[in-house]
């Protein structure tokens, strides 16, 4: 799988909280959208219109409400569910996926729906095959058969039990075939799709919804429309556009610090205003590059999973707005287990870090010279607050001379890729909730992480296994095999899992259906007063 860019995204810059809580709520909380529809201000841009294209949260977020997808992640569940599809599965074995449609699809111009279209949407993204695009999701796909207007029938190239969960994430978003063309993208920011809602229109400094009355699926849409204004990390104008009332909610980006003063002040409620707190599978890792001579040794990559303090990184640095991580498949993801307490325990132990460094001749007087690589600006600067505590906590042991550096993300990237670095961060936002995506893309071939780890038995056996098991609940022991050989080696070492945050004037209410593992904004939920 090639690298893609739903990687964790940079949170807005100075002011929101201030705003908030000084001066925001005396007005009516029902005039920024109008009767019943809803003004959401963000900082992610979309940046693809064509789902061809997209594969950064903004875009996803555009695709799950405009476009449908034979299956869908409902509300409170990961498992997915038939949308446009009537049914789907597995045909003898994990090779041959059937799925037959609905009756009287309809997309948003009028224009039917039907097994053609799925054909065409899915052999678009893998021939356009764009950089920013989803293709990678799809490359298990050998041919895909239409034997009449209702029934899609997928034949993949290797077994493969993601492959619904692939196709419900905004990989699997359907396009009219009469709209798009087939060997290039769509440039003129309009989307034709059968989801519930249209996309009215679209700039740099917003885009408007409304709903799609010609659509048939399983989302019950309870507002009038949906306005995303675009805030472009400039976390002050969000606050004064939520102080006067321009905005109903803020989502996305909101710094932790400012998101913990708002949970404790008694002041937020009476401003009209509410935090409001949903599951998330994101998640954050220290990475190792296994070719950096000083890292690449074992000894000295178990000694900084003794010392690590996940608890006061969450406490101190992200105000409890994540929780530490201890494995690399995150809580609320099936199959994810402890590997890492169990390897190197949940608190700091100096005394056997220093006993794994004395065995590769480590010690007071030859301590462990070592720079911590940061980038603020694509994980926010609670990034690099973070690393210099972890240098601190490394330093403190008296076993390390540690430092931090950071560097913009596009040398970042670069740097990474030619080994330059020996410690680094990376974050992660799943493409689906199954913990395959949490360590394919890692562990695979061509994986993400670029730090140079191969273990045959996770690549060629565990994964492959995994990927090949339709009942998802038996890939429980093979997934803690595989973890517990990432806590024994450690490649990478997990900091934390994040939450999801929105913050809603009076009268809004269902966000609590929109933030959740699957990472799907459902704008069909949220109700405004």
Known sequence: MKAHNKWLTAPLAAGLAAALLSGCGTEDGGGAGGEGSVVVGMSDKVLATDPAAGYDPGSWLLFNNVFQSLLSFPKGTSVP?????EKCGFEGGSKVYRCTLRDGLTFSNGNSLTAKDVKFSFERALKIDDTNGPAPLLSAIDTIETPDDKTVVFRLKVP?????SKIASGAGSIVDHRSYAE????????????GPYRLDSIDDAQAVFSPNPNYKGTAEVKNAGVTLKFYNGDRKALGKALEKSEVDIAYRGLAASEIA????????PEKGIEVVEGSSAEVQHLVFNMGDPVVGKAEVRKAIAYLVDRDALVQHIYRSTATPLYSIIPAGIAGHNTAFVDAYGAQPQPDKAKAVLDSAGYGPANKVKLTLWSTPSRYGPSTDEEFRAIADQLNESGLFEADVKSVEFDQYEKDIKAGKYGVYVKGWVPDYPDPDNFTQPFFGEGNVLDNRYHNKKISETLVPRTSATAERTATEE??????DLVAEEVPILPLWQGKQYAVARDGVTG????LDASTVFRFWEIKKA
């Open 478 to 483: 093979d997934f803690g095999k595989l973890q």
């Open 81 to 85: 569910q038939p949308e446009a599809a």
């Open 183 to 194: 060997g290039k993208l769509r440039d003129d920011k309009q989307a034709v799709g059968s």
């Open 160 to 164: 493969d039990a993601t492959f619904p």
């Open 261 to 268: 003063a708002m949970q404790a002040s008694t002041a937020t």
């Open 511 to 514: 966000l609590e259906w929109t």
